[in-house]
């Protein structure tokens, strides 16, 4: 079969990144899209069925803008775009690297990696409220911690509130050794991750010291108002109806909320509802309010988890079809 298609890289530094490790970015191409890719004197030959060539040429093509733009090409872009090809709705990496999310406090972009992940910020820019469902590795936790500190930054807010149900089910904290502090803080961890990579130690204590940062077990929150705040509850599939009631309610003047949770890791008791189910239900279709809901192409963190994510859908589905 002669090539279809012929792609010439600007530079041996493309050609490395693109290939990856072992040559493992190419062989995930050829396997997914069923084709042939050889490197000849910087050229890149495509053979193939026309339309998986097509396809495998509009992948190597984003993959190279994203490399161009700064970013590193691993697996789970990789896979992300022959998704996207797939599905037809390939997005451009050149428009996702240049909306820029926020800045660490090492001077780093933190950019939207995928089409899910801009509509997520999208919404959260947007509106008052989002509520974000997704599984893990998506970034729910991340980007909306890198927004808020965008916006206490910017002086849009006054302070930010991060709080996430203390124990899955129930909050109990008795049984724990230490005081509270020590009790709850295992259970903030992944907040008070974000936030220092956003702000750094130093500067995470600053904000704290000021009454800026306020990061509390969601049963904290009962009784108070929250205004000219921005306002983060994590794992709310571990709230129940009447906690995410309590929670919403506290909602005040010149605040924005964001509600992530992945309602495919809810440890309430058997039979009782996840207060974010619930409030997807109730919201839908409410000014001001966004639901993004975030799936396995939207996962980031390492290209297992996503396949680990797409194993447990697969074993709901046969269960549901039995």
């Known amino acids: 079969m002669l ?4 792609l010439t890289l600007d530079s041996m530094d493309q050609c490395q990144a693109l290939f990856g490790y072992n040559d493992r970015n190419i062989r995930i191409i050829e396997e997914e899209l069923s084709v042939r890719i050889h ?36 697996t789970s872009s990789v896979q992300y775009y022959i998704d996207m090809a797939f599905s037809g709705d390939m997005p451009s990496a050149r428009a996702l ?60 807010v006054e302070r930010l509130v991060l709080t996430r149900p203390a124990v899955e089910a129930g909050e109990k904290l008795g049984f724990l050794p230490g005081d509270m502090s020590q009790k709850v803080d295992p259970y903030l ?17 600053r904000y704290t010291e000021r009454g800026m940062i306020e990061v509390a077990p969601l049963a904290f929150m009962r009784g108070r108002t929250l205004s000219d705040a921005f306002i983060i509850l994590d794992e709310a599939q571990n709230t129940t109806p009447e906690q995410m009631k309590m929670f919403l309610t506290r909602i005040g003047k010149n605040a924005k909320c964001v509600v992530t949770g ?20 109730v919201l839908t279709g409410i000014e001001g309010i966004g639901i993004v809901n975030l799936t396995r192409h939207d996962v980031v963190r390492n290209d297992l988890v996503q396949r680990i994510v797409q194993a447990y859908e697969n074993r709901s589905k046969d269960t549901a079809h039995e």
């Open 189 to 205: 961890r992944p907040l008070y991750d974000a936030l220092y990579d956003m702000l750094g130690a130093d500067g995470y204590m």
């Open 3 to 6: 090539p279809l298609l012929n």
């Open 262 to 281: 992945d309602l495919t890791q809810i440890d309430l008791p058997q039979g009782r509802k996840s207060g974010l189910s619930d409030a997807v239900d």
């Open 97 to 156: 690297m240049n909306d820029v999310v926020a800045y660490t406090y090492r001077g780093k972009k933190i950019v939207n990696k995928t089409q899910g992940q801009r509509d997520y910020t999208n919404s959260i820019r947007n509106n008052e409220l989002t509520l974000a469902i997704g599984p893990a590795g998506t970034g729910k936790t991340y980007l909306a911690v890198a927004l808020a500190v965008v916006a206490m930054k910017a002086k849009a």
């Open 39 to 74: 490197l000849r004197d910087n050229a890149l030959h495509i053979t193939g069925d026309e339309l998986n060539c097509n396809a495998a040429s509009e992948v190597i093509y984003q993959l190279l803008e994203l490399h161009d733009s700064g970013e590193t090409i691993d």
